[in-house]
């Protein structure tokens, strides 16, 4: 299985990755054996991948990392860089190669000095690879402080560095880095390939990961966790219910306030999971006695690190509310779809009647009024609105419709 198999339903990128992983390689080889380079190369020092979430962004930009350090003996003989197998490909996707550093956050944006550091590391050589790779999956969260100090480094990159981010969509990206970077546009992957994935790679039985895969439109990491995580179901049927509950007020506000309750339990088990062991580390880092007193002068760095473990918790609710509001608009659309008699795929087919008796009981004007709703909480939520209020005014706008 080569690095490219895992771009489901992304043909025409995975072609122009793999023609850019081949002439990296001649590009290489020829520096290295003193023959002139290759001209009108497709490889480039910086790209920028964007698309839908569930595209497969950051598994795109892994799976070139690794074409540009495959050392297969197949690439001699014409084979294309990325076999999957040898050592190159497999520390690469699992995040292990010496040379290629993969940036994510789990922080609500990237600063300056996390920025400094990777431009830093990008004047480096390779120390053991061909290449040396920076995969930035959260390009959209640098602060513009940030972006600026990420600008200089894609402007005049080192030799043999490769920058690759990652973005929604190029409006996410400074223009002044975007234009400086090869773009690749990728699209939501077709539900029958996402549910054909699911069978062959994680083996869940074809009716469910056919239902999962329509049920997340096909984002194959939010139905691969729904196939098998209890607790994701049992979320989204609960949040599928929401628009039974806002006949009234206090049906509206208690909505509101069990929705904001479901997301800051995600958090607190995100926390309970991570920052217990983050901090104990951190204090045997520092020396810690014993009986937990900490040496002195370390009171900053606690600190520093509570800030951080609070910034994780609330990005870590945020996207639990917003993968809530992305299944509320899926079931709208679903209403939408059935009272314009299209023949449109349903996303909720389990909840059929349902969507029939909400279909009966309203117009599209209100379904659409009540999808306007939505979208303008998850935009209040990105300005940093108050979580409550902005579900709370959400909620209301789908009683009135």
Not at 94 to 109: E, K, N
Not at 249 to 274: F, H, M, N, P, Y
Not at 330 to 356: E, I, K, P, S
Request: aromatic residues 2%; hydrophobic residues 45%; glycine residues 6%.
């Amino acid at each position: 299985m080569t690095v490219w198999d895992d771009l489901v339903g992304q043909e025409k990128v995975s072609a122009q990755l793999a023609a850019a992983a081949r002439d990296a390689d001649a590009q290489v080889t020829a520096v290295a054996a003193a023959t002139p380079v290759p001209e009108a190369s497709k490889m480039t020092h910086a790209w920028l991948f964007t698309g839908p979430p569930g595209s497969g962004r950051s598994t795109a930009a892994r799976a070139f990392a690794a074409a540009l350090q495959c050392v297969s003996p197949d690439r001699a003989l014409g084979g294309v860089p990325g076999c999957g197998f040898c050592d190159g490909c497999h520390t690469s996707l699992i995040g292990t190669h010496a040379d290629v550093q993969i940036i994510r956050t789990d922080l609500l944006s990237i600063g300056v000095k996390e920025t400094r550091e990777l431009v830093r590391r990008a004047q480096l050589s390779p120390a053991v690879g061909r290449w040396q790779v920076i995969v930035l999956e959260d390009a959209d969260r640098l602060t513009e402080g940030a972006g600026n100090v990420l600008l200089k480094a894609v402007e005049e990159p080192a030799p043999r560095t490769v920058w690759l981010l990652c973005a929604p969509s190029l409006e996410d990206v400074l223009p002044t880095i975007r234009s400086r970077c090869r773009h690749l546009t990728l699209r939501t992957p077709p539900v029958a390939a996402v549910a054909d994935v699911l069978v062959r790679r994680d083996g869940i039985e074809p009716d469910v990961a056919a239902v999962v895969a329509r049920a997340t439109q096909g984002h194959i990491g939010r139905a691969r966790r729904l196939a098998t995580d209890e607790r994701a179901r049992a979320r989204r049927a609960a949040v599928l219910k929401l628009p039974l509950r806002v006949d009234d007020v206090g049906g509206c506000l208690k909505a509101a306030q069990e929705l904001i309750d479901a997301a800051s339990e995600d958090a607190r088990q995100v926390a309970e999971e991570t920052d217990v062991k983050e901090t104990e580390d951190m204090k045997a880092a520092l020396g810690a006695a014993q009986g937990g007193r900490m040496p002195r002068g370390t009171a900053g760095v606690m600190k520093e690190l509570e800030d951080k473990q609070k910034r994780r918790r609330t990005r870590t609710q945020r996207d639990s509310l917003d993968l809530a509001l992305i299944d509320l608009t899926a079931f709208y659309r679903d209403v939408l779809a059935l009272q314009f008699g299209t023949n449109l795929a349903l996303a909720n087919t389990d909840m059929q009647d349902t969507l029939d008796r909400l279909a009966r009981g309203s117009s599209p004007e209100s379904t659409l009024r009540r999808i306007e709703a939505i979208a303008a909480c998850r935009e209040a939520l990105d300005r940093n609105v108050a979580p409550l209020l902005a579900v709370e005014a959400m909620t209301m706008a789908l009683r009135a419709g």
